[in-house]
């Protein structure tokens, strides 16, 4: 009894084994798992990625249409069944065609770039949500799900712009060299998908009604896009505010819907396109892009969590 009561009490050191591990830690360069690496880090890990990650886009790929019988020619034809709705329905009923030369080249040039951004933007909201297996399965810069979807959505739209071609020389739009254009305006639409997939990819792990949201947001959004219709028309023949022609022409994807048919069809004219197009381009693109990849980055450590 004496003994136990003579026991002297125990020392900081040994009642605080933490400060002690957390030297022999920093001693042998262990890290907490999961932790967030640095932003340089992190972007030196997803480049080492960079093959799984385009991998994982085209197995995606391949895969989305495996059940039907017509396999991937689905890949052409849902963007070609869209516009030809929309060319009944906006061309015919409403008529919006009437004032565009090369109307159907017109609908469908801006209905591929949409679907573009569009499904870029979908496949987000779910890149984490919808593959917690793999998320809590392997460790990986989580970064790389949102941006082989975006890479996933830039292969099938490579497919439509072959049908998008025959469609251009069947109504006799000569080929030139500004369809050359199209590469920087796609490379700069993709960064600008892939920007926003990682935001709406965040958002999504966080809460995943997000997804159900996603579909109204989009469609409003195509609306006011020019898609169905031109907006130098609508801004030139209207009694508009000021601020609302600035935001229809400053809208990113009205942007990248007219660069693109500034490049491929010869009747769309340099006097269509909003002032300072091309930096109104590569800013979304640099604004998406990389505050949307360092928004992203900012939760690596919670994905898959909870």
């Not at 061309?91 to 017109?106: A, E």
């Not at 600008?192 to 809460?207: L, Y």
């Amino acid at each position: 009894m004496s003994q136990v009561l003579n026991t002297p009490p125990p020392t900081a050191s040994s009642a605080s084994p933490t400060g002690d591990a957390a030297a022999l830690a920093a001693r042998y360069g262990l890290t907490v798992s999961g932790a967030r690496p640095s932003l340089p880090a992190y972007v030196r890990q997803l480049w080492e990625r960079r093959h799984f990650i385009t991998a994982f886009a085209t197995a995606k790929l391949t895969a989305q249409y495996s059940q039907a019988k017509l396999g991937q020619v689905w890949q052409v034809m849902t963007p070609l069944l869209n516009a030809a709705v929309y060319y009944f329905i906006f061309g015919v009923l409403l008529g919006t065609k009437h004032g565009v030369p090369d109307f159907v080249p017109f609908l469908v040039t801006g209905v591929f770039i949409w679907t573009f951004t569009q499904s870029s933007i979908m496949a987000g909201t779910r890149a984490i949500s919808g593959s917690l297996g793999l998320v809590r399965a392997l460790h990986f810069p989580r970064a790389a799900l949102p941006v082989s979807y975006a890479i996933q959505q830039l292969q099938q739209l490579l497919f439509s712009m072959a049908a998008l071609v025959v469609i251009l020389l069947c109504f006799g739009v000569p080929v030139s060299a500004s369809w050359l254009l199209v590469v920087p305006v796609l490379t700069l639409q993709f960064l600008f998908n892939a920007g926003v997939a990682m935001v709406v990819a965040r958002m999504g792990a966080k809460t995943p009604d997000i997804a159900q949201l996603m579909p109204f947001l989009l469609r409003t959004w195509m609306y006011v896009s020019g898609v169905m219709w031109s907006i130098a028309a609508t801004v030139k023949n209207s009694h508009m505010p000021h601020w609302a022609e600035v935001a229809l022409e400053s809208n990113p994807a009205a942007v990248y819907i007219d660069l693109t048919r500034f490049a491929l069809i010869d009747s769309f004219h340099a006097h269509q396109l909003p002032h300072h197009v091309w930096a109104l381009a590569i800013g979304w693109a640099l604004l998406a892009g990389v505050g949307g990849f360092i928004y992203f980055w900012k939760a690596e450590e919670t994905y898959g969590r909870g």
